[in-house]
């Protein structure tokens, strides 16, 4: 059984910022568990055609690590590359165990520190965990009657088959949301016919998308230059929020309408302008940003399925649709998302007193600054519940966690403590604020059921709020919100 001072769990941005700031404190001693053969997380595991970020890529980027990328949005490519740069240049390999599939995290309490259990790689014991396996690493596929009698080729676009040959086949996307807006166009020219099955419209606005010349790529290995492009675009973005929570009104108009446009310059046919036409507030979903989706949909050889003809059930030689038409098909690709509220951690976390955190979250997932609960010390939660952010990087908030967790991590060393635990009523005065500001934002009133909900109806994924007061709130780092021991 190996001990190290610290384990994190995934290697993806959240686990290299994580390993990035342990050091910055002076810990050494940590190792990354990676539970597939190959290091980085969300973007080297979805290749699917047409993957890319929606958010500018001199935002979606570590701050301490800047970047000269090629275009404003990267594609999958460049961030796996920019992935692999970061891992180089900070020995982040050397530290990490791949293979090591977490299937249990136990807290012991006689000696204060945990036991974390994995497949492939044996046991390893740690004074402080930090989970950052992320929120879209656990896809789900709707149980679709007769889904297993399919006999043609089906996956998940989080497992995408690259050696499948599209090339005139006849295939279904089943679902509508941002990897399937990004899958369509790149694969339409290609494949025979294409059936999208859609049971949710989402509202699309377009891609502003720039190639950066060789000039603009040397300027933004000037570091001064990068970091007030990432200033400005971080600020137009945070604008945002003024009409997820504050302003339907500049909802409307600075959003909505443009949307609106988008649809009627892009489709000429009044049923799929009607199909495509949200009936819930843009933002109450995740607003998906393309130029193409649309064009890919009135091609003649993609016909989209609203939700009135949707799937009645799958057999042996395709789908038969609500309205009774039999689609014999070649392949059937899942675009159906992630468990990315009640499965934000998709192992069994045993703490204090034999309680886990499944039992913690029975009624909704809940967390100190999403981060952080009663009954598990020294666990640390990236990306955990209410920490999404729906207008600006991820990124930006996954560093927002770790000031706070630097700072309990640093405190507890510094108090020459085993550990560290929030207070149950810190987290509660906490969860109880975040739910009472979220009734005020567009996700929880805009007239929609997203995966931002838990099953309970709470919106989960997102804070409501701008990303610099959760900022302001990790910093602010608060010793009597905590138990040392």
């Known amino acids: 059984m190996q001990y190290h001072t610290a384990l994190i769990i995934g290697s993806g941005f959240g686990g290299q910022a994580a390993a990035v700031n342990l050091r910055r404190i002076g810990i050494e001693d940590f190792l990354i568990l990676e539970r597939r053969p190959w290091m980085g997380g969300t973007w080297s595991q979805n290749s699917y055609p047409g993957a890319a970020v929606d958010v500018q890529s001199p935002l979606y980027s570590l701050s301490f690590e800047p970047y000269p990328w090629t275009q404003m949005f990267a594609e999958q490519h460049e961030l796996v590359e920019y992935t692999n740069h970061v891992l180089a240049k900070h020995g982040l390999r050397d530290k990490t165990r791949l293979n090591a599939n977490v299937t249990q995290v136990q807290w012991d309490e006689s000696r204060q520190l945990w036991q974390v259990h994995t497949a492939g790689a044996g046991t390893f014991e740690a004074k402080y965990v930090i989970n950052a396996s992320g929120p879209l690493s656990t896809p789900v596929i709707p149980n679709f009657k007769g889904r297993d009698t399919f006999q043609g080729r089906s996956f998940h676009t989080n497992a995408w088959d690259h050696g499948y040959d599209l090339k005139g086949k006849r295939v279904a996307i089943v679902g ?69 929570k504050y302003s339907k009104t500049m909802l409307n108009v600075v959003a909505q309408r443009v949307a609106l446009k988008h649809i009627e310059r892009q489709i000429a046919d009044p049923k799929i302008r009607a199909a495509v036409t ?24 993609v016909q989209l399925h609203p939700k009135d003809d949707g799937i009645a059930e799958i057999n042996e030689k395709g789908i038969l649709t609500a309205t009774g038409q039999q689609i014999d098909l070649d392949l059937i690709v899942y675009s159906t998302g992630y468990d990315a509220t009640d499965g934000v951690i998709s192992y069994p976390v045993v703490g204090k007193g034999g309680k886990s955190v499944q039992d913690f979250w029975a009624a909704y997932p809940r967390a100190y600054l999403g981060t952080t609960m009663p009954g598990f010390p020294n666990l640390f939660v990236v990306t955990g519940p209410n920490t999404g ?29 085993k550990a560290i635990e929030v207070k149950a009523e810190a987290e509660a005065d906490y969860t109880a604020m975040i739910h009472r500001e979220m009734k005020q934002t567009v996700w929880q009133a805009g007239g929609c059921r997203s995966w931002y909900q838990s099953k309970s109806g709470h919106v989960i994924a997102m804070f409501p709020g701008f990303s610099f007061t959760f900022r302001q709130l990790a910093k602010a780092f608060k010793p009597a919100h905590h138990r040392f021991s």
């Open 389 to 417: 952010i729906g207008h600006t990087s991820a990124i930006f908030v996954i560093e927002a966690q770790m000031e706070y967790i630097r700072r309990a991590i640093a405190a507890t060393e510094k108090h020459g403590a």
């Open 176 to 244: 509508s949301g941002a990897s399937a807006a990004q899958v369509i166009p790149a694969i339409a020219p290609e494949v025979g016919q294409l059936h999208v099955f859609q049971r949710t419209p989402h509202w699309v606005l377009p891609r502003p998308d720039h190639v950066f010349s060789r000039f603009e790529r040397a300027l933004l290995k000037n570091r001064v230059i990068y970091k007030l492009l990432r200033t400005a675009i971080y600020w137009g973005l945070e604008s945002r929020v003024i009409g997820f």
């Open 278 to 301: 949200p009936d819930y507030t843009i933002g109450c979903k995740r607003i998906i940003l393309s130029s193409t989706l649309y064009p890919a949909l009135c091609r003649p050889n």
